[in-house]
């Protein structure tokens, strides 16, 4: 029964029908099923079908607009459920999040804020298209523990650099944990830069986040990676 509307959810996310996986969502929730279950085991699998869709050429942007309005309807959902459900935990950290200048993907760092927001973190989320110095401006104003940029797109992978040294010629390195994630960010990219943290996915971060959070001394370490495909936890 779970199965069967848990593979609905990916379906219709996959689909791009927004009000339909909305409603189906909504059924979900109310059959008792977890909105990380439905995350993880029903719209996140809507998501890869479409992705490989789009990388085999078998859908196109207008599709792929479409299943990602879907997911970010349905992360709204589940983020609202998962907040009351877990409102009584503490407080692990305070993080600034953004999407890389010039990058307007949102759904992947979406999924990790909202993660991070119910696994106790304090998420300001300055959306997409960041510019460099927001992050370090969020981060000072919110006094951040933790900054963490997502990009998608290699054309964007300098800005995580750029961010990264923004906040150094700030002489606030030894403040804020600087992670970073996303398809074409390697952890050897994540430790050519310096920064502190890489992560695979949404799961992952909440892991590295917490490590990040329990050691300390931002800017002194080789980065925390954490990779639940290849096993990696170091
Ligand atoms: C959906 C999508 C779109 C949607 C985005 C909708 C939205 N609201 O986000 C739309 C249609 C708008 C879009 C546009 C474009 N896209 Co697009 N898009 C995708 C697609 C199919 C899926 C991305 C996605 O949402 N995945 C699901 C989420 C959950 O996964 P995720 O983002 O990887 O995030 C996880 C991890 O990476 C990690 N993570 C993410 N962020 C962070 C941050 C930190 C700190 C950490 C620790 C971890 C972490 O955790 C997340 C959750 O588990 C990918 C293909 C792919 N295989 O990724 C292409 C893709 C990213 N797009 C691509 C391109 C080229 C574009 C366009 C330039 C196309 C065009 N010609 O106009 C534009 C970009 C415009 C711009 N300026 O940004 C390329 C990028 C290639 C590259 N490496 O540069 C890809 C890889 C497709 C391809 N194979 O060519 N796209």
Redesign the pocket.
Known sequence: MAEEILKKIGELVAEGEEEGAVETVKQALSQGISPLTILNEGA?KG??V???Q??AGEVF??E??L???A??AVIRIIFENMSSEDAQKSKQGVVV?G?AK???????????GA?LAVNGFEVHDIG??APVKSFYEKAREVNADIV?????????LPYLEDTLRYITDTGSREKYQF???????TPEYAKKIGAD?????????VK??KQLMARGNPGKHEPVIVDSETGVNI
């Open positions: 996140s998501m890869d479409v992705s490989e789009y990388s942007l207008p792929l607009v299943a990602g309005d997911m970010s999040l999407q010039g990058d307007v993907h949102d759904i992947g760092k979406n999924v990790v993660l997409i298209d963490g940029i997502s990009t998608l797109l290699t054309t964007s992670i970073v994630g996303g398809g074409p960010v943290g890489w992560s695979r996915n949404a799961f992952d971060c590295m986040c």
